[in-house]
């Protein structure tokens, strides 16, 4: 699985949240260097393959620490795969990819 850059302002909440939460939130700290896959790289790797397929997950539970119980994470990564399959427009916001190759 694969983190996934996000628009703009979501990435800017991820750094601003990051530098401000208490640590027993545990956020996977973000570094000015680090940049994430972004679906339209994805792709245009993908051309010189046969298929390419991209799974996305990671909607609502990127903010399980914030917001979910964590006897609700699981049921979180199912509603983010219902949401994710039935609402395109949320897909921009997937905080992760299973990206498969073949040739």
Known sequence: MEPLQ?????????????????????????????????QADILAAGQGWRSIEIFLFRLTYRARKLLIPRSLWNWSLRLDSMLLETIPFLRRYAGAAVIVLRK
């Open 6 to 38: 996000s628009p703009g302002n979501v990435e800017r909440t991820k750094a601003w949240l990051a530098g401000r939460l208490p640590p027993r939130f545990n956020l996977t700290p973000v570094t000015p260097d680090e940049e994430n896959l972004r």
